[in-house]
């Protein structure tokens, strides 16, 4: 991305501005936060609030550039590995430093030592990691995922015969897997149970999907449903808390949903065929990303099945995983968390497609005519709303709205002379139908300025223009 492009964004846990030369201890808790994560970008010389490109004075850059190196060297241990380099935008000299993710976590203030000066990036801020944390920066390091340590505590009699079965009947119909004895090699292979100094005991990823009670082990490893009276949680109709496996946890959350959700009926030719007011494919593609992509390392957190009047919330513990943002999302970009369970879903047929849930979500609710989902990363948890108003009713767009909206989502940016050009209208009637789209939160303005030659519309989010 370009640099012009970065100023026009907010910080965010990849992207921090600076004005003028931070404190040295600054610069150093952001490059460790950097590093324990995706990685990210400081730009020193642009005001954060304003996005006005203040500049560094041309005799101080250099020195800058020196003071800023010196402090990755003899703070940050292990060395984050960064880049550093001077961009001259509208006669005014911009230092942009890239700090790589790292190899060798948790990288940490080597005045303060790995538990007490090991910081990580929550949002656009720098914050001091906990032993949690620390634990899983550590397994990152040696690329092993949560779900795949053993629980030491639990013996391999808590992995019920019931909860295998399901399991191989499930790729056996799906994938066409044929099924095998599930003696101990097997729990072995595919990774549900583990050796420890000596003793065999059940993974993480075996407890959570073959052991009938996996709460025990596992804090918080339920699914927290609720139906709320009206658009607040301010009173329940309904609420029921889902125990098991993951697997009756997926179907148990649904059968909620569709216990507590309108239900209706369209004639489809000579047949009637009931529908909730929710695509239910959608509903449980999002169930399923929550449980199989949530942090189960984090003690006492569930995930929140929460219904109300307008929408359906789906909050799971765990926000996205360092590399991914926001913007990838549904673009066929994939990271697994739980890699055992990632797979063992993916054979059994709960996952279609690496990278691919979000996408089907997005499809799913604009073949129902409903008005696009949200999905959100805050604070270490992910949330994904789903609405039931249709779009229809909330927007009427005209023909030319429609042809910008389809010639942005076609191209993905578009200036208005290419618009101009497109369309044949003329420039008073392009701006119109843009200012019209962006007040409705339907596109953005990506340059530096209104009057930046290169600056061009984005559609916003997920949002598309009905047919």
């Not at 501005?17 to 490059?31: G, H, N, Q, S, V």
């Not at 030319?400 to 010639?407: F, Q, V």
Request: charged share 30%.
């Amino acid at each position: 991305m370009s640099i012009l492009n970065l100023i026009s964004l907010p910080e965010s846990k990849t992207l921090e501005f600076k004005e003028i030369m931070p404190d040295p201890l600054a610069i150093a808790k952001t490059a460790c936060a950097f590093a324990n994560g995706g990685g990210g970008t400081i730009l020193i010389g642009v005001a954060d609030k304003k996005k006005t490109i203040t500049g560094i004075n041309e005799p101080e850059i250099h020195i800058l550039e020196e003071k800023i190196a010196n402090v990755v060297y003899t703070m940050v241990e292990p060395t984050a590995a960064f880049h550093i380099s001077i961009h001259n935008l509208e006669g005014k000299l911009v230092l942009k430093m890239d700090i790589f993710p790292g190899s060798l976590k948790p990288y940490h203030l080597k005045n303060k030592g790995v538990i007490e000066g090991t910081y990580i990036r929550v949002g656009s801020t720098n914050r001091k990691a906990d032993i949690e944390t620390l634990e899983e920066l550590s397994r990152q390091r040696m690329n092993i995922s949560f779900d795949e340590t053993p629980v030491i505590d639990a013996s391999i009699e808590e992995i019920d015969p019931k909860n295998i079965e399901i399991y191989l009947n499930k790729r056996k119909e799906v994938r066409d897997i044929p099924k095998v004895e599930p003696d101990a090699e097997f729990l072995k292979r595919i990774k549900a149970i583990k050796q420890q100094n000596g003793s065999v005991h059940p993974t993480v990823a075996g407890i959570l999907l073959f052991s009938s009670e996996p709460e025990k082990y596992i804090q918080g490893a339920v699914i927290k449903c609720a139906r709320f009276k009206g658009i607040e949680m301010d009173e329940f109709i309904d609420q029921k808390i889902i125990t098991g496996s993951l697997f009756s946890q997926i179907e148990e959350t649904i059968a909620f949903f569709k216990k507590n959700v309108k239900r209706g009926a369209k004639i489809e030719g000579i047949y009637r065929k009931e529908e909730y007011e929710y695509p239910e494919k959608a509903i449980r593609e999002a169930v399923v990303n929550a449980v199989c992509h949530r942090d189960y390392s984090r003690k006492g957190a569930d995930i929140k099945f929460a219904i109300f009047d307008d929408r359906i919330e789906i909050t799971s513990p765990g926000g996205l995983l360092p590399q991914i943002s926001i913007s990838d999302i549904g673009t066929g970009v994939s990271e697994l968390r739980n890699k055992i369970i990632g797979r063992i879903f993916n054979e059994a047929g709960l996952i279609e497609g690496w990278g691919t849930g979000i996408r089907r979500i997005r499809t799913e609710i604009e073949e129902m005519g409903l008005i696009a989902p949200e999905f959100k990363d805050i604070n270490s948890f992910f949330k994904t709303i789903i609405y039931n108003e249709p779009l229809q009713k909330r927007l009427k767009f005209d023909l030319d709205e429609k042809e910008i909206m389809a010639y942005i989502q076609k191209q993905g940016r578009a200036s208005t002379k290419e618009l101009e050009k497109e369309l044949g209208k003329s420039k008073a009637t392009i701006k119109r139908k843009i200012r019209n789209l962006a007040d409705k939160g339907y596109l953005i303005w990506v340059g530096t300025s209104q009057k930046d030659p290169s600056g061009y519309y984005e559609l916003t989010g997920s949002k598309k223009v009905p047919s």
